[in-house]
């Protein structure tokens, strides 16, 4: 996130370390801790449709988030709300708002066993050209999200077992068409169930030995005529998890997964599943970050229920001073349109760099560089993008 801190696993490394003095308590309200931040950006953005002719425009962001959580160290409470307001100087078609609210709670209900839910309710706004849908259409593609997950932990000594459920609805919102209509996304529409169970064997008190099977199933929710994407889906995955040595972090899962579709129209898949993600802590200055994983996303093409799409992402995070931190990012993404033999590979290189001016108040600025190459069926466009951003983040 920009001017944000990064996803690592310790808060005593660069790129994420601790400053007791730079940072703002939550207030209290009784039981209750309240945090909240505001970041106000503004920048360039070279290739606002992200089309072969690029169009640029100017865009002011606005990023406000809050966070309430319960001060108990027996139990777990917390809310949290956060949105993103974005607005384009000539090209309106592009404004948006996003929104997210999060919570989670959790409880001992024995020495050994425990409960954990959390739930999701958000908007979100899809890149354009990133899911094969329309590329006339006049505005980018936006959709719904609701979600739930349930899970039971017991912790056996060395041996932790958790067995969870996870339910979740997404439906898409109607997109306006290049002659003046409207462009129904329904067919998109999917909801979901299922559970996973998960063993963890502690090898050492820092590194454990990790072991899934998890089941789902999906349905449409208002499918076109033909196009029903129901489908389910297993899997199994070992992995290890934790400190390989006290510099190297590890989370590593591979596995098989398979994925068979009710529908004969739409292509089944079976094969191999991974998630890699690997810190190092280079010196007290420097973090690099190792990320790679490989997933299945929503479609936008009728003809294609699904996106298979491999990633892998390469981070460095170095903080010459208490003040000052620099952090610069590598990804690739390859999606694979499998029903109709088209694949499109985008990279993605980006350099932030923030100073603290006191407590309360950062200043940011970013420099990225984005391009998709497109082999096959042109279900999206091949495009490149450069832009540029500043902006302040305020904690009160």
Same mark, same amino acid.
């Given at each position: 996130?920009?001017?944000?801190?990064?996803?690592?696993?310790?808060?005593?490394?660069?790129?994420?370390?601790?400053?007791?003095?730079?940072?703002?308590?939550?207030?209290?309200?009784?039981?209750?801790?309240?945090?909240?931040?505001?970041?106000?950006?503004?920048?360039?953005?070279?290739?606002?449709?992200?089309?072969?002719?690029?169009?640029?425009?100017?865009?002011?962001?606005?990023?406000?988030?809050?966070?309430?959580?319960? /001060?108990?160290?027996?139990?777990?409470?917390?809310?949290?709300?956060?949105?993103?307001?974005?607005?384009?100087?000539?090209?309106?078609?592009?404004?948006?708002?996003?929104?997210?609210?999060?919570?989670?709670?959790?409880?001992?209900?024995?020495?050994?066993?425990?409960?954990?839910?959390?739930?999701?309710?958000?908007?979100? *706004?899809?890149?354009?050209?990133?899911?094969?849908?329309?590329?006339?259409?006049?505005?980018?593609?936006?959709?719904?999200?609701?979600? &739930?997950?349930?899970?039971?932990?017991?912790?056996?000594?060395?041996?932790?077992?958790?067995?969870?459920?996870?339910?979740?609805?997404?439906?898409?919102?109607?997109?306006?068409?290049?002659?003046?209509?409207?462009?129904?996304?329904?067919?998109?529409?999917?909801?979901?169930?299922?559970?996973?169970?998960?063993?963890?064997?502690?090898?050492?008190?820092?590194?454990?030995?990790?072991?899934?099977?998890?089941?789902?199933?999906?349905?449409?929710?208002?499918?076109?005529?033909?196009?029903?994407?129901?489908?389910?889906?297993?899997?199994?995955?070992?992995?290890?998890?934790?400190?390989?040595?006290?510099?190297?972090?590890?989370?590593?899962?591979?596995?098989?997964?398979?994925?068979?579709?009710?529908?004969?129209?739409?292509?089944?898949?079976?094969?191999?599943?991974?998630?890699?993600?690997?810190?190092?802590?280079?010196?007290?200055?420097?973090?690099?970050?190792?990320? &790679?994983?490989?997933?299945?996303?929503?479609?936008?093409?009728?003809?294609?229920?699904?996106?298979?799409?491999?990633?892998?992402?390469?981070?460095?995070?170095? /903080?010459?001073?208490?003040?000052?931190?620099?952090?610069?990012?590598?990804?690739?993404?390859?999606?694979?349109?499998?029903?109709?033999?088209?694949?499109?590979?985008?990279?993605?290189?980006?350099?932030?760099?923030?100073?603290?001016?006191?407590?309360?108040?950062?200043?940011?600025?970013?420099?990225?560089?984005?391009?998709?190459?497109?082999?096959?069926?042109?279900?999206?466009?091949?495009?490149?993008?450069?832009?540029?951003?500043?902006? *302040?983040?305020?904690?009160?």
């Amino acid at each position: 996130m920009f001017g944000g801190v990064p996803e690592l696993s310790r808060s005593d490394v660069a790129g994420n370390r601790s400053e007791p003095d730079l940072e703002v308590a939550p207030d209290r309200f009784g039981p209750f801790l309240l945090a909240s931040r505001l970041a106000v950006i503004t920048g360039y953005d070279g290739n606002v449709f992200n089309t072969p002719a690029a169009r640029s425009d100017g865009v002011l962001l606005l990023t406000p988030e809050m966070a309430l959580s319960l /001060d108990d160290p027996r139990r777990t409470l917390a809310l949290s709300v956060s949105g993103r307001l974005r607005r384009f100087a000539n090209q309106e078609s592009e404004n948006s708002e996003e929104f997210r609210l999060a919570g989670r709670s959790g409880l001992p209900i024995t020495n050994n066993l425990s409960f954990a839910l959390s739930a999701d309710l958000a908007r979100r *706004i899809e890149p354009r050209s990133s899911s094969g849908g329309a590329l006339d259409a006049r505005e980018p593609a936006s959709y719904d999200r609701i979600s &739930a997950a349930p899970i039971l932990t017991f912790d056996l000594g060395r041996l932790q077992l958790q067995a969870g459920a996870g339910y979740q609805r997404v439906t898409f919102n109607p997109l306006a068409a290049g002659d003046g209509g409207r462009l129904s996304q329904a067919f998109r529409d999917m909801r979901s169930h299922g559970a996973k169970v998960r063993l963890a064997y502690d090898l050492s008190g820092f590194l454990s030995v990790v072991a899934s099977i998890a089941g789902e199933e999906h349905a449409s929710i208002r499918p076109a005529q033909g196009r029903e994407r129901d489908f389910r889906e297993s899997s199994v995955a070992l992995g290890l998890e934790g400190e390989v040595t006290p510099l190297f972090h590890v989370e590593l899962a591979l596995g098989y997964q398979d994925r068979n579709y009710g529908n004969a129209f739409y292509r089944d898949f079976a094969g191999a599943s991974f998630s890699v993600q690997a810190e190092w802590y280079c010196t007290p200055l420097l973090t690099t970050k190792l990320v &790679a994983s490989r997933a299945f996303r929503n479609s936008g093409n009728p003809e294609v229920p699904a996106i298979l799409e491999d990633t892998l992402a390469i981070s460095a995070y170095y /903080d010459p001073t208490r003040r000052l931190r620099i952090s610069g990012a590598m990804e690739m993404r390859w999606d694979r349109y499998r029903d109709v033999a088209s694949e499109a590979r985008r990279s993605r290189i980006e350099l932030q760099v923030q100073y603290r001016l006191d407590r309360h108040v950062s200043v940011s600025g970013q420099l990225y560089r984005t391009q998709q190459d497109v082999s096959g069926a042109r279900l999206v466009n091949p495009y490149t993008s450069l832009g540029a951003g500043v902006g *302040i983040v305020w904690t009160p």
